[in-house]
């Protein structure tokens, strides 16, 4: 019989790498915390029309990468491939803006059909931020710093953040004519993604990574040209805003990013650690998406940072293989009286706030001693038939210059607070 695996870019999560998984969303959880940001979750699937509208046709996410299906009640459906559209969707149809302005995170998978790589797969994971409600600059300013201090907390190193504006929608129809007359002229030197893009998305023609393309923009007309003094004096004030703060930015006129909701502030703050350049972070400001959706004429700023680049990132830079964390008590148990009372001794230290791993293999002493040393376990209980007679546990340490120890088993607190004491 065939072996079954699993579909190409949907990739397990195995127990040695789940650690690390749980440290970076334990580490948003309390930066978001701090910032009075509150989670929502929206579901996986959603009806198409969602993105089609939110995201816009002329995307490549929405053109050629969504996984959609028609359902049992004929209903165009689409698992999510990003997640402001659907916290949007949320936040409109459960009426959240008549309380007031959100601030909001997320974080969970989602799905494009493209090709798999490292640190990109068709079932990926994000976490996000979405403000809703916030016109300030200074909106701009906070978004982009809890990005900034969550990735240098998590220890990334070699942060930048690229900015850009993208204008009113105003300044990008002005924009976009003037882009779309200069490429018209100069058509049949793109490249063919770009000469596609042309009628579809030109401005997405601006980050294209053919070199030839590059260079044809060079002489193009740019979109700080187009710009209304109004977006221009908002540009200036998210850059002081960011100055102020300490937190370096380059600017990149070439930065659009790949959804239709864009406007004004975008952004993405990448790393060189790994001695290439790698977005870890991305987002922007998306002041038309809550209305184009069927909302009140909303003003938002967001970002989503990608967890497989991320955690790649951190473990490429730990050089170290992926462990899952050690227990602090291995318990060693073999004997007719001592396995069962190896269960009661096991739940009273998991009681006291101990990470406690019972063998249960039967398996004689030396083995079970191997399995200890392999756990990373600081200390080893060992529980035999003996033992059990004689109303003890022995304590044996298996790192460091610790003494091996008895403990009374039948005095619970007294075993707890021994125990608590020497792990910690």
Same mark, same amino acid.
């Given at each position: ?309 991320? #955690? ?69 209980? #060992? ?8 109303? #003890? ?32």
């Amino acid at each position: 019989m065939e072996k079954l695996q699993s579909l190409r870019g949907m990739v397990d999560l195995l127990p040695a790498h789940t650690s690390l998984w749980q440290r970076v969303e334990a580490t948003a959880r309390d930066h978001f915390r701090r910032a009075g940001v509150q989670e929502i979750r929206t579901p996986l699937l959603e009806v198409t029309e969602l993105f089609a509208r939110g995201i816009g046709e002329a995307t490549d996410v929405v053109g050629k990468e969504m996984y959609t299906f028609v359902d049992r009640g004929d209903r165009s459906c689409t698992l999510r491939p990003e997640g402001t559209a659907s916290v949007v969707r949320a936040v409109i149809q459960h009426g959240l803006l008549s309380q007031g302005s959100q601030r909001l995170w997320y974080g969970g998978p989602m799905f494009r059909y493209e090709r798999p790589q490292a640190g990109r797969q068709r079932q990926f994971h994000q976490i996000g931020l979405e403000f809703l409600g916030f016109a300030d600059a200074r909106s701009d300013v906070e978004a982009i710093s809890i990005a900034w201090d969550l990735l240098a907390d998590l220890g990334v190193q070699g942060l930048a953040l690229e900015l850009n504006t993208l204008g009113s929608t105003d300044d990008r129809a002005r924009y976009r004519e003037q882009l779309v007359a200069y490429l018209q002229r100069h058509k049949d030197q793109l490249d063919p993604d770009s000469q596609d893009r042309l009628e579809r998305n030109p401005l997405r023609i601006l980050d294209s990574k053919n070199p030839d393309t590059q260079a044809l923009l060079a002489d193009a007309p740019t979109l700080a040209e187009a710009l209304a003094p109004e977006s221009r004096d908002r540009f200036e004030q998210v850059k002081a805003g960011l100055t102020a703060l300490d937190i370096p930015f380059t600017l990149n006129p070439r930065l659009v990013r790949g959804l239709d909701y864009y406007s004004h502030t975008a952004f993405e703050i990448t790393s060189t650690q790994l001695g290439a350049q790698a977005t870890v972070c991305g987002g922007g400001r998306y002041d038309g998406l809550v209305e184009q959706l069927g909302g009140a004429s909303t003003p938002a700023i967001g970002w989503a940072l990608g967890m497989e680049r991320l #955690v790649l990132l951190l473990e490429q830079v730990a050089g170290e293989a992926a462990v899952g964390p050690a227990p602090d008590v291995y318990l060693v148990n073999r004997g007719e009286a001592a396995e069962p009372a190896a269960l009661t001794l096991a739940r009273n230290l998991r009681r006291a706030g101990l990470s406690v791993e019972l063998d249960s293999s039967g398996a004689a002493f030396g083995k079970q001693f191997k399995r200890a040393d392999r756990s990373g376990a600081a200390w080893a209980a #060992v529980l035999g038939d003996g033992e059990v007679e004689q109303g #003890v546990v022995r304590l044996k340490p298996l790192r460091g210059n610790g003494e091996e120890q008895e403990l009374p088993l039948a005095d619970v607190d007294a075993q707890k607070a021994c125990l608590v004491a020497i792990a910690f």
